[in-house]
């Protein structure tokens, strides 16, 4: 099992970007409209709820207690050193799978097999928890669908990149 002290700052950094970068594709990929406060919230408890899903699983654990207890974030959730700020959804979804492919490199290298399957599970249960949040191309809650089209595409290029 492998714990913070194991990284270094960069990949330490890579390690706490995923988890939220995956919610937030797929919250980009389709307008909710007022749906997408319910993908905000399900994102957040999505991803600190991994410490309750995987509570044998040591990286995560330690990823989700630096979020609560040691008030560490995502890069995508400053309002200062964004990188992604600005960027359009192309971009940000190719700056994202990006980040997915160089996840699984470093825990491929320092995670043991069983914490790098845990990560990839925990990130794409937050990515497919988001779509299911709100209903899409409805008005006022009625009509649309659950999951859109453009959110399963997302999904899909997240666990290809982190594959």
């Known amino acids: 099992m492998t714990t913070k002290s194991e990284y270094n700052a960069e990949e330490w950094q890579l390690l706490l970007d995923v988890p939220t970068l995956a919610g937030l594709a797929v919250m980009m990929s389709a307008k909710s409209g007022l749906g997408t406060m319910k993908e905000a919230i ?30 560490e974030k995502s890069t995508a959730e400053t309002f200062t050193d964004n990188p992604y700020q600005g960027l359009g959804f192309e971009k940000f979804k190719a700056a994202v799978s990006e980040k997915c492919r160089a996840a699984s490199e470093v825990l491929a290298r320092k995670a043991t097999p069983e914490e790098a399957v845990a990560f990839r599970t925990w990130v794409l249960s937050i990515a ?9 191309g409805g008005f006022l809650g009625f009509g649309g669908t659950q999951v859109s089209p453009e959110e399963v595409a997302a999904i899909d290029s997240i666990k290809a990149a982190l594959a």
């Open 42 to 71: 399900s994102l957040t408890r999505s991803t600190l709820e991994g410490g309750k899903e995987f509570p044998n699983v040591e990286l995560i654990q330690a990823i989700v207690n630096a979020r609560l207890k040691g008030g």
């Open 128 to 136: 497919d928890n988001v779509s299911k949040a709100a209903y899409e």
